[in-house]
């Protein structure tokens, strides 16, 4: 029998933390085969991610940049941390600080980000939260959705590995839009990491 590899997750959240959930929720519940979420980053305190976190018996940390001298420093401390509890990818979930190129080379290929509207539309410097939304309805587009996508040095610039679907109503609101998009968030971005991570181990389907 084959022997089944696991490899672990590393998640980064700023805020509620529903896809740090989703994601937990799925490596838990074997929706992804061998995958385990070994810490969650956040940079505040106080912030819903680390409840859930403790909730769901995943170990958290709260790195605050205000502890070092620059973002270099910074980032170095968040890599040691998760290489230290055996990450390998690292999912973004709502992760608001930019992420800085020594960080993304020390993950090479392996960060993977999730975005709520339909990428290349949409993404970029100030492109989050309701502001995402808010140009969506600006715009009158009939659909938005969410992109999950590799990280690269560009904000919300790498491959696209999964993209869902929504309608967008006349009577639409950025809250509205949100919450509908959140739900294929928290579909997509599983399913995306399972279809990641399968390819990164070989397996077969
Ligand atoms: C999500 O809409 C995600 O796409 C965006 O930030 C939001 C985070 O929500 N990057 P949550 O913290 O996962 O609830």
Redesign the pocket.
Known sequence: MAEETTTGVGVL?S??????EALARACKDGRIPGAKIRVLVTHKRGVG?LDRAVRLGIDSLVIEPSDFPDRTTYYERVAMEMEQRGVEVVCL??FLLKVEPQFIHRFAGRILN???ALLPKFGGKGM??HHVHEAVLTAGEKESG?TVHLVDEEYDHGATLAQARVPVFPEDTPDTLAARV?IE?HRTYPEALRTFIRGMNKETP
């Not at 805020?15 to 740090?20: A, D, H, L, R, V």
Request: net charge negative.
């Open positions: 959240a805020g509620g933390g529903s896809n740090f991610a979930a709502g999730i975005h709520p989050f939260g969410c959140l968030e």
